[in-house]
Nanobody, 122 residues
């Protein structure tokens, strides 16, 4: 089992920045690739970013490229999502997830956090 707890979401104005944090516990953190996903009201959960176990490979959905950065600290069992130049369309509940493989498919992920709300006002 891997337990994940997200934090850092809040209300922010458009153009602002936030850093989301996902703290992991349980099984060895660096055995897992980590992903960030988001879900807006009335919409399906969508892929945002992911990072491999060592932090040497990352992947982003097109809408956040150049604005968001995913990183991880295996010594602290933590993954981060730095979000800059936020837009109202970034408003959603953000979830972190863990899987042994590097995949954008949210259905493949077995372990999820409870989510943290990000609201971007215009």
């Amino acid at each position: 089992q891997v337990q994940l707890v997200e934090s850092g979401g809040r209300l922010v104005q458009a153009g602002g920045s936030l850093r989301l944090v996902c703290a992991a516990s349980g099984r060895t953190f660096n055995n897992y690739c980590m992903g960030w996903f988001r879900q807006a009201p009335g919409k399906e959960r969508e892929f945002v970013a992911l990072i491999n176990w060592s932090g040497t490979l990352t992947d982003y959905t097109d809408s956040v490229k150049g604005r968001f950065t995913i990183s991880r600290d295996n010594a602290r069992s933590t993954v981060y999502l730095q979000m800059n130049s936020l837009k109202p369309e970034d408003t959603a509940v953000y979830y972190c997830a863990a899987d042994p493989t590097m995949t954008r498919d949210h259905a493949r992920y077995d372990y999820w956090g409870q989510g943290t709300q990000v609201t971007v006002s215009s």
